[in-house]
């Protein structure tokens, strides 16, 4: 099935630093990709998606390209706030499409600190 | 648009005890996944359901784990006997498309 590898963290920065977190991917066909964030005690919330090669998807400051190329998905933000202190996890389906897309297979995770 | 709603947001039972979680999804949305998501990890899943069908519950254990969505809407995800290594969050999500949109989560504790 389809697999994502996603960079170990913790990551800890200071308000207003640049973030990436990389995600690698490996996939049969070209499924949506997606980043999800986590924020303590919560649930998963969508982040943003991408749909096809160079693709970015964006959201709240965050962007992520669809690189077909190098099957990579990163996550940058130009200036991170502590708000964005959460987890970060990049996913992508199991399912080829259709009407039904399988489970979503998730990266370990990826935790980010910001200090003001 | 309302979210995915879970119920109860926390449990704490003793371990050999019988529990139960609620997931009502996103309104029109046929497909339902039960995942869960253990401390430090993403989350796996458990059972998926097309209306009210389970069409993947290869992941479920099916010795003490049950799930059920009647009508093709709410759906219950049952426990019994929990185990302390039961002990996790428990995730419900929805989708009618390729974006699964997730409920705020159960997060069980076995003593």
């Known amino acids: 099935g389809n697999s994502v590898t996603q960079m170990e963290g913790p990551v800890t920065l200071s308000e207003e630093a640049f973030l990436t977190i990389n995600c690698t991917y490996t996939a049969t066909g070209y499924p949506s990709l997606f980043w999800y964030v986590q924020y303590p005690g919560e649930g998963l919330q969508l982040l943003l998606k991408a749909t096809k090669a160079d693709d970015k998807g964006s959201n709240k400051g965050f962007e992520a390209t669809y690189r077909k190329e190098t099957t990579s998905f990163h996550l940058e933000k130009g200036s991170v706030q502590v708000s964005d202190s959460a987890v970060y996890f990049c996913a992508l389906p199991d399912g080829a499409g259709g009407t039904s897309y399988g489970k979503l297979t998730f990266g370990q995770g990826t935790i980010l600190t910001v200090h003001p | 648009e309302a979210g995915v709603v879970q119920s109860p947001r926390y449990k704490i039972i003793e371990k050999k005890q019988p529990v139960a979680f609620w997931c009502n999804p996103i309104?029109?949305?046929?497909?339902l996944y039960w995942y869960l998501q253990n401390l430090g990890q993403g989350p796996e899943l458990l059972i998926r359901y097309e209306n009210e069908e389970a069409v993947d519950d290869s992941q479920l254990p099916k010795d003490r784990f049950s799930a059920e969505r009647l009508k093709g809407v709410d759906s219950t995800l049952k426990i019994q006997p929990a185990e302390l290594g039961d002990s996790a969050v428990y995730l419900c999500?929805?989708?009618?498309?390729?974006?699964?949109?997730f409920g705020p989560g159960t997060r069980l504790t076995v003593l």
């Open positions: 999500a929805s989708s009618t498309g390729d974006t699964q949109y």
């Open positions: 309104s029109g949305h046929n497909t």
